[in-house]
């Protein structure tokens, strides 16, 4: 894995519908906080990694060259990574490896995406291809088709996948309203939830992310800077990234082979043999309620078509076995470019203690994940208090 890497500091901007401010005072507000957080200046900076999913989506290509001043950019040597809703986890592993690689001592991380200044369905809708996969209709289609290849295969009853599904979505959206950056802030019942409108069978309204404004940077830094810099990095112990097949019906998704082999490698160079067991939080991707079941399983935090049981029984729940999204995730906040990135940040904030409200008594080891492609890639990132 070459040098060993911490994250030093992390930012997030107050995410949901930020017509208060322009794209770069967005992305500004995110590097300003991780900066803070992390005790440098600028010019501390040796290199940056930036990335929205993708850059059309606002309607900019190439959109880092217009956001260099907020990036800080300037006159460093910079990349850029865009892999739809796993670009956070392509980011943070860009940068990882820039930095293990022994290219640069601190290279700053950055996703963004201001959803509400263009036309996210519309472009997403475009990544498909064209004669047969764009006319599913977007992604609660896409990810219903899953929930029910899902069921299906493994003879899951419906009304228990329902029943797990809603105690995931007022688990999520309860740590939400204690999160201060988090998009939506409600409290809700089982009642509520099971009761509200289909979206797309079987995902109801509050089974579905929103669409959010928002950005998140974190800075990484090589073992000997961190040291003298930070007084509790977080160290970056396994990373995991898989892909497969660009056509939905080529590959199982039920049975989820990138997830499943993403978050092997990262366990493995992690030294974990028990994930449940062995990561005090999880900060899983869940746009949607019913794919959260589906990771429980292939990242290996519960036997194959036993997440449901698992999460009636309150495993999952913010105090219990393992802390699962105790930020809210993805059903909470979504700004796709920097999603991934949140679940790395917060899962940083865990290990740090910093997480206020929402924090996990003792989290030591915490995992991070996002999903994207056209529901291809999968990424992890498992960070710990300890070196």
């Not at 995406?113 to 047969?132: N, V």
């Not at 419906?158 to 201060?180: Q, V």
């Not at 995991?240 to 990138?258: C, L, N, P, Q």
């Amino acid at each position: 894995m070459g040098r060993a890497v911490a994250v030093i500091g992390t930012g997030q901007t107050k995410h949901g519908r930020r017509d208060d401010v322009c794209y770069p005072d967005l992305i500004r507000e995110a590097v300003k906080a991780a900066m803070k957080d992390a005790r440098i200046a600028p010019q501390d900076i040796d290199a940056v990694v930036y990335g929205s999913m993708p850059s059309m989506m606002e309607g900019v290509a190439f959109n880092h060259l217009y956001f260099s001043e907020a990036l800080r950019s300037l006159g460093k040597p910079m990349l850029r990574s865009e892999t739809c809703g796993s670009t956070g986890q392509s980011l943070a592993h860009t940068g990882y490896y820039w930095v293990a690689g022994g290219m640069a001592e601190t290279v700053l991380v950055v996703g963004s995406e201001k959803q509400h200044e263009g036309d996210a369905q519309a472009t997403m809708s475009t990544i498909p291809e064209p004669f047969l996969h764009r006319t599913i209709g977007g992604a609660p289609a896409a990810f219903s088709m899953q929930a029910r290849e899902y069921m299906g295969h493994y003879k899951i009853d419906e009304d228990k996948a329902r029943e797990a599904a809603a105690i995931i979505s007022i688990d999520c959206h309860e740590g939400g309203y204690l999160n201060p950056y988090a998009h939506i802030k409600v409290r809700l019942s089982k009642k509520e939830v099971k009761e509200a409108r289909v979206i797309t069978y079987p995902v109801r309204l509050w089974d579905v992310c929103p669409s959010s404004d928002g950005a998140c940077a974190v800075i990484m830094a090589a073992e000997e800077r961190a040291k003298k810099i930070c007084d509790r990095p977080a160290w970056i112990k396994g990373i995991g990234f898989r892909g497969e097949e660009y056509f939905m019906g080529d590959s199982s998704k039920a049975v989820w082979r990138s997830a499943i082999e993403a978050s092997q490698e990262a366990y493995k160079q992690a030294g974990i043999k028990n994930p449940r067991k062995e990561i005090d939080v999880a900060e899983i991707y869940n746009p949607f309620t019913y794919q959260e079941l589906m990771f429980l399983e292939c990242l290996g935090f519960c036997p194959p078509g036993e997440a449901a049981d698992h999460v009636i029984k309150g495993v999952f729940s913010p105090r219990g076995e393992l802390a699962c999204n105790p930020s809210g995730g993805v059903l909470c906040t979504n700004p796709i470019g920097a999603t991934g990135l949140i679940r790395l940040a917060e899962a940083v904030l865990q290990v740090t203690g910093k997480a206020g409200p929402h924090q996990v008594d003792g989290a030591r080891i915490a995992f991070s994940h996002a999903m994207g492609g056209a529901q291809q890639f999968n990424a992890v990132t498992i960070v710990s208090s300890e070196l």
